[in-house]
């Protein structure tokens, strides 16, 4: 169903819906014949998901050609002396607009089972980075969940609207934008993919000027099941990942992190911070006992003589728990032949190593 423009006349090119302010017949044609080829591009999306080994390729390239077209759209708009605002409507009207929604999904255990992933941001959307700066704008632009994003920057340089930069998304993408008191404005994108039971995100961090966009940093992968928090000129996020050498199935005992960034000077600060480091520690054991190196793992043990009770086979956590300030924790893993008790703690290095072993009664708590 198109959404039309209340109170504006409306011009319907191709199955889209043109708001038109007071502007002279040429400028008005160049307008309509951007919405046109957007229109086409749209028709020529995959009716549904590819189900091929190219499926990427074969996304990508129709929604290359979608965001494209919406890209010369923006900048006709915007070359133009069209509003902002003007935009914005000429962006709600394309077919496929949503608006902002909460994600919709049901937690068990430590998986979340997606219905609908949700979106923090309108399906097609600009918007300036800084609200005191009228030469640069940010377009996010979002078409179905599996579909490919694209994140683009706009600058006018020299009395001329173009695009400057753009960010492609292997599906949906988000942005977020930090600011410095400096004056900086930075940009934060989360590349998410969407699994029936997780999201996992990409961040990657950029810094924005009317030059165009400029990566700052490594990209921060695997984030499963992130949350975002964000004001200003700080960014938190607290995400989780898998026991990778452990028989965790995604509905176990995870991996916890929290990442927080901020706009300082001329440049984007990042700090990545296990919340759980004595299950990186627990993990990484069982790597080594399942690999060639089991002469190694007895470095994770304060007396190395605990590691002849361990047993090469994958184990699974019953359950931990630790606390951070004071370096001490606890957990009680599972294996084929019993369980153990294992008591951590964090040495003057800031490593955190196994201090004790002993069999438990077996009466521990089934995993989930």
């Known amino acids: 169903m198109r959404r039309l423009i209340a109170a504006a006349q409306v011009l319907v090119v191709v199955g889209c819906t043109t708001p038109v302010e007071r502007q002279p017949p040429e400028s008005a044609t160049l307008i309509s014949d951007s919405v046109a080829d957007v229109g086409r591009a749209f028709e020529a999306l995959p009716a549904r998901m590819p189900r091929t080994s ?186 989780t990942r898998f026991l990778s050498c452990m028989c965790e199935a995604t509905l176990g005992t995870r991996l916890e992190y929290r990442l927080r960034a901020s706009a300082i000077g001329h440049h984007i600060e990042a700090e990545d911070t296990p919340r759980t480091p004595w299950l990186e520690t627990l993990n990484d054991l069982y790597c080594r006992l399942s690999g060639r190196t089991r002469g190694a793992a007895g470095e994770l043990f304060d007396n190395p003589a605990d590691l002849e009770l361990m047993n090469p086979d994958c184990g699974s956590v019953l359950r931990h728990s630790g606390d951070l300030e004071k370096g001490t924790a606890t957990a009680v893993v599972r294996d084929r032949t019993g369980d153990f008790h294992l008591d951590f703690q964090k040495d003057p290095a800031g490593t955190w190593k196994i201090s004790r072993v002993a069999r438990t009664n077996g009466n521990e708590t089934e995993p989930f």
């Open 54 to 239: 190219n499926k990427s390729d074969r996304l990508d390239s129709h929604y290359a050609m979608l965001w494209s077209t919406i890209d010369n759209l923006v900048v006709a708009a915007l070359s133009d002396g069209r509003s902002l605002e003007y935009v914005q409507a000429l962006l709600r009207s394309l077919p496929g607009y949503q608006e902002p929604r909460p994600r919709d999904g049901v937690q068990i255990g430590n998986a979340i089972f997606y219905q609908d992933p949700g979106a923090a941001t309108p399906s097609y959307w600009l918007f300036r980075p800084e609200p005191n700066d009228a030469q640069v704008l940010i377009g996010s632009y979002n078409h179905k969940w599996y579909s490919p994003g694209r994140v683009s920057v706009y600058s006018l340089r020299h009395g001329v609207w173009s695009r400057t930069g753009a960010i492609d998304g292997e599906q949906s993408i988000r942005p977020v934008v930090l600011r410095s008191q400096d004056g900086l404005v930075g940009l934060a994108t989360v590349d998410e993919f969407v699994g029936g039971d997780r999201i996992e995100g990409t961040l990657q961090f950029w810094l924005v000027s009317a030059g165009g966009l400029v990566r700052e940093g490594p990209p921060y992968s695997t984030l499963v099941d992130y949350q975002l928090s964000f004001s200003r000129d700080a960014l938190s996020v607290d995400y």
